[in-house]
């Protein structure tokens, strides 16, 4: 069974720090990756996908994710955090056959100014 | 292209009633999934369903059930209800049917059981 992992269940960064959010996966087949991000009293919203094309995926705001098979990661990046950034973030794998999305717990992400 | 909607946007209910939630897909999507976000336990799937059929189902009593219009429109209804079905609903919607489509969420619907 598919299962993900999120290191962390709440990170605070400084505004202009590095942002660092790690998502760790089990999959018997190549998966397929999400992060997704909420903001309070609201639905998700797809930050970017890993679809087997390229490793390094970009997304919206600023975002980015690196696929790394060998470690069975796929971490969250953003260069430099916004407080407009503070959200929970959701880090989800593709279902197996007969199985829909698995979503990790989520990581809080606080930026303080 | 209008977005995932979801009606109503917060429910009040007691313990013993039952409750039916609403769903209306991007238009062209053909799945539509249901899941319970709580505090505690996080975002579970409930079912998703495919032209009419639900093609999957998680890991929730016989209390939760759902269905899907021709028009791809999605209802989940909850007879019953306990104190803790308390939870966020939240539908989603992809174009079609398999494990790695991308999916699109609506707001919410946020239930409280009193």
């Known amino acids: 069974a598919q299962s993900v992992t999120q290191l962390g269940s709440h990170v605070s960064v400084s505004e202009g720090a590095l942002v660092l959010l790690r998502c760790n996966y089990s999959?018997?087949?190549?998966?397929?990756l999400f992060w997704y991000v909420q903001y309070p009293n609201q639905g998700l919203q797809l930050l970017l996908k890993?679809?087997?094309?390229?490793?390094l995926v970009k997304g919206i705001n600023g975002f980015e994710a690196e696929f790394k098979k060998s470690e069975t990661s796929f971490h969250l990046t953003k260069p430099s955090a916004h407080m407009s950034d503070a959200a929970e973030y959701f880090c989800?794998?593709?279902?197996?056959?007969?199985?829909?999305?698995?979503f990790g717990p989520g990581t809080r992400l606080s930026v303080l100014p | 292209k209008a977005g995932v909607t979801q009606t109503p946007r917060y429910l009040i209910k007691t313990r013993g009633q039952q409750v039916t939630l609403s769903c209306s897909p991007i238009?062209?999507?053909?799945?539509v999934s249901w899941y319970q976000q709580t505090p505690g336990q996080g975002l579970q799937f409930l079912f998703e369903?495919?032209?009419?059929?639900?093609?999957n189902k998680g890991n929730f009593p016989g209390r939760f059930s759902g269905r899907q219009f021709s028009n791809s429109r999605s209802e989940m209804n909850v007879s019953t209800l306990e104190l803790g079905d308390s939870a966020l609903y939240l539908c989603?919607?992809?174009?079609?049917?398999?494990?790695?489509?991308?999916?699109?969420f609506g707001p919410g619907t946020r239930l409280l059981v009193l």
């Open positions: 989603a919607s992809s174009v079609i049917q398999t494990e790695q489509e991308t999916q699109y």
């Open positions: 999959s018997s087949v190549p998966p397929y």
């Open positions: 890993y679809t087997s094309a390229a490793t």
């Open positions: 989800a794998v593709s279902g197996t056959a007969g199985q829909n999305f698995v």
């Open positions: 238009s062209g999507h053909r799945s």
């Open positions: 369903y495919f032209s009419e059929t639900q093609r």
